[in-house]
């Protein structure tokens, strides 16, 4: 073993020798046994999280900051990997062969059913979001700074206004815009964000019509948009979102559909625009979130990282497909223009 890797080896066993102390009720000691962390998300195809270099883009993040930590699988960390993979009633039997194999912590993507299911069923086992919206609004912790429990992580955004601001973006490219599509599960659409979006579309004369987003059902899904004959789309910021955003994305373009996307990476696989935070980048912090639980933090007293940059990502190619011209000010104001 390299010097380094020693000294780090040490280090973990010293801070988990005094566990008890730091955390009680969180973190046990393993002796020799490698450490087990559970990896859930809830609309991706499992096959998508499968191996070192996963192809789902917020996991390989997180399976490559853990290495870079020092946690290798087949050597000392056993990484648990679980994919509702778009029906919500398969969190139940997920969480508990959780329990039951009692990993030190469990990763979870942000998702308002998943996510107080995860406060009822685990009161001692550490619980890192690593895309919540709204987590003290939905009661899961008692705040950013200090959350309490065993529940901590990363917010996808910091007030409903951001999201408004996705609509302004919107109806700031497209004008013509007067009947927009709000695609999205009923639980975003009755959100605190979703009727933050709703304000605003009253305030710029757009009428916003609801598609409910059924990840079990795309074609049905589709079919709705498609019927409604809309000006252009607004996805909503969710798991299902981002689990299906090269579908969404796809729908959108084979129909001429302007639209705009809360993920970067639907900017980059064709969509028009999207305004949001950088998720894949989440999922490397929230390795970070678990390097620190697993060697002594507790977790209720680690504040809940809210994000600072919000970046715009235009795609010019796409916007040439749809007959329509970016504003010279929107392309001055862009993190990136895709070509």
Known sequence: MHRGEEHRAARRTFLLGGCALLAPGFVRARGSRPYRVAWVLTTSPIAELAGPD???????????????????????????????EGDPKRFASIFAELLALKPEVIVMAGHEALNRLAKE??????????????????????????????????????????????????????????????????QAWDSPIGRAVRKVAAELSVTLVHAEHRPDGLEATFANVTAQRPDALFASLSAETYGQRAQIVDFARAARLPGIYPYLEMAALGGLMAYGVNVVDLGRRAAHYVDRILTGANPGELPIDRPTKFDLVVNVKTARELGLTLPQSMLLRADRAIE
């Open 54 to 84: 996963p192809v789902h883009p917020i996991t390989r993040a997180f399976v490559h900051e853990m290495r870079a930590l020092g946690y290798v699988e087949g050597r000392n960390l056993v990484l648990e990997r679980r994919s509702a």
């Open 121 to 186: 069923s685990f009161k001692t086992i550490p619980v890192v979001i690593f895309a919540m919206s709204g987590p003290v609004e939905l009661g899961l912790v008692d705040s950013l700074a200090r959350p309490g429990g065993n529940i901590t992580g990363l917010t996808v955004n910091v007030s409903p206004e951001i999201e408004a601001k996705r609509l302004q973006l919107l109806k700031e490219v497209v004008p013509r815009a007067v009947r927009i599509i709000y695609l999205g599960t009923h």
